[in-house]
């Protein structure tokens, strides 16, 4: 059975990242990282919640790989003149001369202007590399890869609970995958909810999260998937995605019925834009 061993290159940029980036949010101890980097991980996202801890595992593998290294800032900013000054001091606290990428967040519509000049200060100044964007707007989500903007990497949600993705993204991806940004998908686990017995449909067993990210990353779309550890022992299990390969069909079968359930049973805490859509066209229970 293949593997997701393998590496992508992000764009067009000549970096290539694992299948699998680590988030900051849950606050995995800086040695989990740093493990994790030793197992071939190395998309570093310190992004809405930036724990110290991560800062620490950055600071540490930056001193002897930083060329290996995928570092990313995000930013929710919605002044794009409050950026620099944000990236500074996070590049101060880090311990690091540059950020690879800076990720604008949850972006709802299209940027104005303002954040590609901010941009392309920073990049001057050498302070960033290269630029992202995420949405919870799926509807918008395709006109990130026609923009003149050089967004080189793009993040949307996508797991077996919201499938809107399915519709509203992956059949408007560019044909071929060479030099189109880089897809990254989150929120695999649904907040936990996928993993949660008290929340599974009668007769069925909860989904593992090593099952989360492989059910991500066996769409072939999908370049990677990010992970928000809280601790080694989820690190490991999200790792293990890794070496276990594409789903089978019945376990995909499984995994989309217990989304199904979800869907219907617990409201997001998030809705994507298009979830409305989806309810009132009848199309996607569990997309």
């Known amino acids: 059975m293949a593997d997701f061993l393998d590496r992508r290159q992000i764009g067009a940029t000549g970096l290539d990242t694992s299948r699998i980036g680590l988030g900051s949010t849950f606050n995995a101890p800086a040695s989990a990282i740093e493990a994790a980097f030793d197992q071939g991980i190395n998309y570093l996202y310190w992004g809405s919640v930036r724990q110290p801890g991560f800062a620490t595992a950055m600071r540490n593998l930056a001193k002897q790989h930083r060329d290996e290294l995928v570092l990313v800032i995000q930013s929710y900013s919605d002044d794009p003149t409050t950026i620099e000054a944000e990236v500074a001091a996070c590049l101060k606290e880090s311990g690091q001369d540059h950020f ?6 949850n972006h ?3 940027p104005v202007p303002g954040y590609q000049e901010a941009f392309e200060q920073m990049r ?16 918008l989500v395709p006109q990130f890869f026609e923009a003149e903007a050089p967004y080189d990497l793009v993040m949307f949600r996508y ?15 560019p044909q071929s995958a060479v030099g189109r940004p880089l897809v990254a998908t989150y929120t695999s ?27 991500a990353l ?43 359930h979800l869907y219907e049973q617990y409201a997001p805490q998030y809705p994507d834009a298009g979830d409305a859509q989806d309810v009132k066209e009848g199309r996607a229970k569990g997309r």
């Open 100 to 105: 690879d990428f800076l990720l604008l967040g």
């Open 218 to 260: 066996s769409r072939p779309e999908v370049d990677m998937v990010i992970a928000g550890p809280g601790n080694a022992e989820q690190l490991d299990e999200a790792i293990s995605a890794l070496h276990a390969g594409p789903l089978e069909e019945e376990e995909r079968t499984r995994i989309e019925r217990i989304g199904r």
């Open 108 to 110: 709802m519509k299209m």
């Open 189 to 215: 686990t649904r907040w936990g909810h996928l993993l949660d017995p008290a929340k599974m449909p009668p007769g069925e067993s909860p989904v593992s999260a090593r099952d989360c990210y492989r059910y």
């Open 124 to 139: 001057d100044k050498g302070i960033v590399r290269y630029l992202s964007i995420s949405s919870h707007n799926r509807p």
């Open 159 to 173: 797991n077996p609970v919201h499938r809107g993705a399915e519709q509203d993204i992956f059949p408007l991806l």
